[in-house]
């Protein structure tokens, strides 16, 4: 039996017609594919039913915001906040992703195969996001909750105000953020890391696994300013 | 908003520079409507101690007159033509030589005191275009498209303080070093903390644009002996707000961007081309992005050109 699949190009289309062309057919159990993106801004946002959605090339800001369900796949980079305010589903950007990845989110997975910029899980409430390379400044400020994988090096100001959650980075930290510190991982933290990075295609060793640092509040009594 | 972006050829031939920045430029028309820019170099073809002037005159065959007049008063007028008019005023571009760069603004602070005329760009290496409206209306109304040349900065404008008009829109320069220019895309909060202890120094300012004193800034670090890097690393520290802007200099094209990182900047580098630009989708216009940057919080970058 061959797959329903939509196709939509992108070239011929604003962002507001391909989301609402998404969003007609999620549900249905049909496959998505949006071609010829050319780093469109705010492609697939707002779909809250389930779609299996393939995006062939780079997206740029907000790709994938306030989805619930989804599961996305960005075959190439993404701009500044994709994946932001997401509730549940998957977001895979292949390539690299601009700052403010999964910002917000309340549940799900974001994954950036390579490296993302600065601010990644910004006030994350719930849910994971995996980086495959490094990330930048100030990642997980004002984070509430979830987790948060990085298999590269990051910036400096790591966790700033951080206030519920946990960081797990396996390369080196610049330097940590108000009410941030590393903590040393338990056996059952490495086996699930294992378990939820092969997932994706990650497939560490426990010496490599070794090498994570885990980051979390110091206090997680609410504060105000420092 | 606003959009940035900048591209060297690095064979230093000429190329089709303005149809690349256009492309470019036309991409980042959602970051700002009101008016678009270019400064391209390497393909003016003029002498060292040539200068192309353009001057905005308001549609009145008598002005015209009188700026011819007062620029032959300092030295003779050796080319010149008058670009399409829009709205009540046109340009007239003209060629001139001078024996020192030095003598350059001092014309064209005597052709500024003409009443409605604006000297808008004297320059060597560059042909500067900028006016308001669309990136494809501005490169349909200046043939920007056959411009050659082998670097390029531009910009589409998103107005949040100063004028909308063709003067203020971007790239900026000044006189202080030759053929300097910026483009810019945000705020410098601290603009009179920057602005006064430059313009205790001798820096005449002609608007209240930030983007005036940021190139007025460059400039003079530069002229001071700072590298330009060094500069740019100053820069970060002593501006405050969210910027990231790209600079021309005779030493190369730089780009900095603020120590939080609140505007956007990508570069991408192949064996031809260095680019930078706000967004990835004007990037595309000109290299392969599957090996983009981004640019980091407070990170400053320069191409020797």
Same mark, same amino acid.
């Given at each position: 039996?061959?797959?329903?699949?939509?196709?939509?190009?992108?070239?011929?289309?604003?962002?507001?017609?391909?989301?609402?062309?998404?969003?007609?057919?999620?549900?249905?159990?049909?496959?998505?594919?949006?071609?010829?993106?050319?780093?469109?801004?705010?492609?697939?946002?707002?779909?809250?039913?389930?779609?299996?959605?393939?995006?062939?090339?780079?997206?740029?800001?907000?790709?994938?915001?306030?989805?619930?369900?989804?599961?996305?796949?960005?075959?190439?980079?993404? /701009?500044?906040?994709? !994946?932001?305010?997401?509730?549940? *589903?998957? +977001? $895979?950007?292949? =390539?690299?992703? &601009?700052?403010?990845? @999964?910002?917000?989110?309340?549940?799900?997975?974001?994954?950036?195969?390579?490296?993302? /910029?600065?601010?990644? !899980?910004?006030?994350?409430?719930? *849910?994971? +996001? $995996?980086?495959? =390379?490094?990330? &930048?400044?100030?990642? @997980?400020?004002?984070?509430?909750?979830?987790?948060?994988?990085?298999?590269?090096?990051? /910036?400096?100001?790591?966790?700033?105000?951080?206030?519920? *959650?946990? +960081?797990?980075?396996? =390369?080196?930290?610049?330097?940590?953020?108000?009410?941030?510190?590393?903590?040393?991982?338990?056996?059952?933290?490495?086996?699930?890391?294992?378990?939820?990075?092969?997932?994706?295609?990650?497939?560490?060793?426990?010496?490599?696994?070794?090498?994570?640092?885990?980051?979390?509040?110091?206090?997680?009594?609410?504060?105000?300013?420092? | 908003?606003?959009?940035?972006?900048?591209?060297?050829?690095?064979?230093?031939?000429?190329?089709?520079?303005?149809?690349?920045?256009?492309?470019?430029?036309?991409?980042?028309?959602?970051?700002?409507?009101?008016?678009?820019?270019?400064?391209?170099?390497?393909?003016?073809?003029?002498?060292?101690?040539?200068?192309?002037?353009?001057?905005?005159?308001?549609?009145?065959?008598?002005?015209?007159?009188?700026?011819?007049?007062?620029?032959?008063?300092?030295?003779?007028?050796?080319?010149?033509?008058?670009?399409?008019?829009?709205?009540?005023?046109?340009?007239?571009?003209?060629?001139?030589?001078?024996?020192?760069?030095?003598?350059?603004?001092?014309?064209?602070?005597?052709?500024?005191?003409?009443?409605?005329?604006?000297?808008?760009?004297?320059?060597?290496?560059?042909?500067?275009?900028?006016?308001?409206?669309?990136?494809?209306?501005?490169?349909?109304?200046?043939?920007?498209?056959?411009?050659?040349?082998?670097?390029?900065?531009?910009?589409?404008?998103?107005?949040?303080?100063?004028?909308?008009?063709?003067?203020?829109?971007?790239?900026?320069?000044?006189?202080?070093?030759?053929?300097?220019?910026?483009?810019?895309?945000?705020?410098?909060?601290?603009?009179?903390?920057?602005?006064?202890?430059?313009?205790?120094?001798?820096?005449?300012?002609?608007?209240?644009?930030?983007?005036?004193?940021?190139?007025?800034?460059?400039?003079?670090?530069?002229?001071?002996?700072?590298?330009?890097?060094?500069?740019?690393?100053?820069?970060?520290?002593?501006?405050?707000?969210?910027?990231?802007?790209?600079?021309?200099?005779?030493?190369?094209?730089?780009?900095?961007?603020?120590?939080?990182?609140?505007?956007?900047?990508?570069?991408?580098?192949?064996?031809?081309?260095?680019?930078?630009?706000?967004?990835?989708?004007?990037?595309?216009?000109?290299?392969?992005?599957?090996?983009?940057?981004?640019?980091?919080?407070?990170?400053?970058?320069?191409?020797?050109?």
């Amino acid at each position: 039996m061959s797959e329903d699949i939509i196709e939509l190009d992108a070239s011929t289309l604003t962002p507001r017609e391909i989301n609402s062309k998404v969003k007609e057919n999620a549900g249905k159990g049909s496959k998505i594919l949006i071609k010829n993106p050319n780093a469109m801004h705010y492609l697939v946002a707002g779909v809250v039913d389930e779609a299996d959605i393939k995006i062939d090339g780079s997206v740029g800001y907000f790709a994938g915001t306030m989805c619930d369900g989804s599961k996305i796949k960005i075959n190439g980079n993404a /701009g500044w906040f994709v !994946g932001d305010n997401l509730t549940d *589903g998957e +977001i $895979i950007v292949e =390539g690299t992703a &601009g700052d403010g990845a @999964g910002q917000g989110i309340y549940g799900g997975t974001v994954v950036v195969r390579k490296s993302v /910029g600065s601010r990644t !899980g910004e006030i994350m409430k719930n *849910g994971t +996001i $995996i980086i495959g =390379g490094n990330s &930048g400044f100030m990642t @997980g400020i004002f984070m509430m909750g979830g987790r948060m994988i990085i298999l590269g090096d990051v /910036g400096e100001d790591l966790a700033e105000s951080i206030i519920r *959650g946990e +960081i797990y980075v396996k =390369g080196k930290i610049s330097s940590l953020g108000y009410n941030a510190k590393i903590v040393k991982p338990t056996d059952e933290d490495k086996e699930t890391l294992k378990k939820d990075l092969a997932k994706y295609g990650f497939n560490l060793s426990y010496k490599e696994l070794d090498e994570f640092k885990k980051v979390v509040p110091e206090s997680k009594r609410p504060f105000y300013g420092h | 908003m606003c959009g940035i972006a900048g591209i060297v050829y690095k064979d230093k031939k000429l190329h089709n520079i303005g149809n690349d920045m256009t492309n470019m430029l036309h991409e980042l028309q959602h970051r700002g409507p009101d008016s678009a820019g270019y400064a391209i170099y390497g393909g003016t073809g003029l002498k060292k101690n040539e200068y192309i002037l353009k001057i905005q005159v308001k549609e009145e065959q008598r002005l015209l007159e009188t700026v011819k007049d007062a620029v032959n008063m300092i030295t003779p007028i050796q080319s010149d033509e008058v670009l399409p008019s829009v709205g009540d005023s046109f340009i007239y571009k003209c060629k001139i030589e001078l024996d020192n760069f030095s003598e350059l603004k001092p014309l064209i602070s005597q052709v500024d005191t003409i009443d409605d005329v604006i000297v808008l760009n004297g320059s060597q290496a560059f042909e500067m275009i900028k006016d308001v409206g669309s990136v494809l209306d501005i490169a349909d109304r200046y043939d920007v498209r056959n411009v050659r040349g082998t670097h390029a900065i531009g910009h589409t404008r998103f107005s949040t303080e100063s004028g909308v008009d063709r003067y203020h829109a971007h790239p900026f320069q000044t006189y202080i070093i030759r053929d300097i220019s910026v483009v810019h895309n945000g705020q410098i909060t601290n603009y009179w903390k920057v602005r006064d202890p430059l313009e205790r120094k001798g820096h005449i300012f002609e608007t209240f644009n930030d983007t005036e004193c940021l190139v007025h800034y460059i400039a003079d670090k530069l002229d001071t002996g700072y590298s330009l890097e060094e500069a740019l690393e100053q820069s970060v520290e002593d501006m405050d707000g969210p910027f990231s802007y790209i600079i021309r200099t005779p030493q190369g094209i730089g780009i900095a961007k603020d120590k939080l990182g609140l505007r956007p900047g990508v570069m991408a580098e192949t064996d031809d081309v260095f680019a930078i630009a706000s967004e990835e989708v004007s990037l595309g216009q000109v290299v392969d992005t599957h090996n983009i940057e981004q640019i980091s919080p407070g990170e400053v970058m320069v191409y020797e050109i």
